[in-house]
């Protein structure tokens, strides 16, 4: 989360190929450049697409997922871009829960030339809670996933008053 101008927050959650140290030096670098995308991007697509170019120069960045959005409290409104991650979860105090997945483009550095990433805008009821995750929530290590094949879809609890944040949105 990073604190943006005009009131609003960047939030963002990212996966990148590999483990262990080099993996954390990949991510730590793109966390940074995350945050400072989002202080001058106008949205959250323009910020993953500074991204990409980022990305391409940092080797083992290639193939780096990222969700990024910007949350607007005044409007009620969230707005986000999704570089190949996991879709994140929006739950309504009502117990209603749906994903969103209407900007999903490739992960990172993957873009074809001339590609644009998309995004999307959806309201935030009073009393919802966004949940980030990454893929080891829904994927299985003992299944192999192939193209084409449709991942696990995450398991949530009936209400989201059960569902662990750490930041509920009012």
């Known amino acids: 989360m990073a604190p943006l101008p005009g ?5 963002a959650a990212g996966d990148c190929v590999g483990r ?3 993996a954390a030096a990949v991510m730590g670098q793109l966390r940074s450049a995350g ?3 989002l202080l001058r991007a106008p949205g ?3 910020a993953l697409t500074d991204l990409d170019t980022f990305a391409s120069r940092i080797p083992g960045a290639e193939c780096t997922t990222v969700f990024c959005a910007i949350i607007d409290p005044a409007t009620g409104t969230v707005t986000y ?3 190949g991650h996991p879709p994140p979860i929006l739950a309504t105090a009502a117990g209603e829960c749906r994903l969103l997945d209407q900007a999903q483009s490739l992960p990172l550095g993957m873009l074809p030339a001339g590609w644009q990433r ?7 009821p009073p009393g919802a809670t966004l949940m980030l995750y990454t893929d080891g929530l829904v994927e299985r290590r003992t299944s192999r996933w192939t193209p084409g ?3 696990r879809r995450p398991r949530w609890p009936r209400t989201p008053k059960t569902i662990l944040t750490t930041s509920p949105i009012t």
């Open 7 to 11: 009131q609003l927050t960047g939030v």
């Open 20 to 22: 262990g140290l080099s």
């Open 35 to 37: 945050q400072a995308v």
């Open 44 to 46: 959250p697509a323009e």
């Open 81 to 83: 871009s999704c570089a």
């Open 118 to 124: 998309s995004q999307a805008t959806v309201t935030l």
């Open 149 to 151: 094949s449709t991942p």
